[in-house]
């Protein structure tokens, strides 16, 4: 009979544990990105803003976006992020259903798009 009580809370465990799958852990999921131009800046040259937006109701962490030899005419704000050329690094971790936002000068809008990050709920 201590068996068969064993053996009930064994699957309890597991039943409790397939509950709880996703919570608490993180997986790898993507952010969104969105560009809008600012302002243009003479002799030619452009501001924008990228807004990285969080969807869901998880936070997101490492966030890292790919962007061929990402650069900027102006300082950039490295509260925010760290470039090395082709990955942008959010530093900032973006809570459920908002966003983080940075700005960059440049002659024409980059192709900024995520790579990857984190999703803990």
């Not at 064993?6 to 699957?11: E, L, N, Q």
């Not at 990228?50 to 998880?58: E, L, M, Q, R, T």
């Not at 005419?73 to 959010?90: N, Q």
Request: aromatic share 10%; hydrophobic share 35%; charged share 20%.
């Amino acid at each position: 009979m201590e068996q068969a009580g064993t053996t009930k809370f064994i699957f309890l465990v597991l039943f409790l544990l397939l509950l709880d799958n996703g919570h608490g852990s993180c997986v790898a999921s993507e952010v969104q990105v969105q560009q809008y131009k600012v302002r243009d800046i003479p002799p030619g040259d452009s501001e924008y803003i990228v807004k990285v937006i969080n969807p869901g109701a998880c936070l997101q962490t490492d966030i890292v976006l790919s962007c061929d030899d990402f650069n900027s005419l102006e300082p950039l704000d490295t509260s925010v992020i760290d470039v090395d050329g082709e990955h942008i690094y959010i530093k900032k971790n973006i809570s459920d259903y908002s966003s983080v936002n940075f700005k960059y000068s440049w002659p024409h809008q980059e192709t900024i798009t995520p790579s990857s990050s984190k999703q803990c709920c």
